[in-house]
């Protein structure tokens, strides 16, 4: 059973189109983050929602929208894309903050996207 | 602000071999550190979860130290195999729960 599952896997798109993202977490977890893995792999948090409420933005383009509509879903909608939003995106989950004692971290298996 | 090194990069090892990879941040005043594999393609796997009050964690042949003081952690593999090919990172929980990774170590077993 997948802890952590996000759709499409795969997403291939032109500039200027807008794209959804899909993430939902079957751990019972109240906490539900976006990552974004840029070409060097570097991981860097964009949204982090806690109970559908959004508590980190971390200067995220507008263009960039999550959406939470129950705890266990966190989705990510992308307006006007650009060639410089391809990436691979990680949908991650934790019981409780990370800065807590059960704050260990469960991701999805990503979603890459090519702008063209 | 907390920045998060792991060194080496990439790392080629004959299998069978122990091997230590690193991690160091610059702020002691973390919460926990956790360990994560990342296979070519997919998402990350967690390893192992070290709290800011332990100095070691263990599962199977990983052991994961921590020293707070002199901002280390170390991620010992005993007795590797090619399947421990992947990339490993670090990462720490940050202020407002931000999580800081590393950039990772590609580690390949040669068969």
């Known amino acids: 059973d997948t802890a952590v599952s996000q759709t499409p896997k795969y997403l291939v798109t032109q500039m200027g189109n807008d794209k959804s993202i899909k993430c939902e977490q079957n751990?019972?977890?109240?906490?539900m983050y976006w990552y974004k893995q840029d070409s060097k792999k570097f991981l860097k948090i964009m949204f982090s929602?806690?109970?559908?409420?959004?508590?980190i933005n971390e200067t995220v383009p507008n263009r960039f929208s999550p959406k939470s509509p129950d705890k266990a879903h966190l989705n990510l909608h992308i307006n006007s894309l650009e060639l410089g939003d391809s990436a691979v995106y990680f949908c991650a989950s934790s019981q409780a903050w990370v800065t807590a004692n059960t704050g260990e971290l469960f991701f999805g298996e990503g979603s890459r996207l090519t702008v063209l | 602000k907390q920045e998060v090194t792991q060194i080496p990069a990439a790392l080629s090892v004959p299998e069978g071999e122990n091997l230590v990879l690193n991690c160091s941040f610059t702020?002691?005043?973390?919460?926990?550190l956790q360990w994560f594999r990342q296979d070519p393609g997919k998402g990350l796997t967690s390893l192992l979860l070290i709290q800011s009050s332990q100095r070691e964690q263990t599962s199977g042949r990983l052991n994961a130290s921590l020293d707070k003081s002199s901002g280390r952690s170390t991620l010992y593999i005993a007795a590797s195999q090619p399947g421990d090919s992947a990339t490993y990172l670090c990462?720490?929980?940050?202020?407002?729960?931000?999580?800081?990774f590393g950039k990772g170590t590609r580690l390949h077993i040669l068969p």
């Open positions: 990462a720490v929980p940050w202020r407002d729960d931000k999580i800081i």
């Open positions: 751990l019972g977890h109240d906490t």
């Open positions: 929602y806690n109970n559908k409420e959004l508590i």
């Open positions: 702020d002691s005043a973390i919460y926990n």
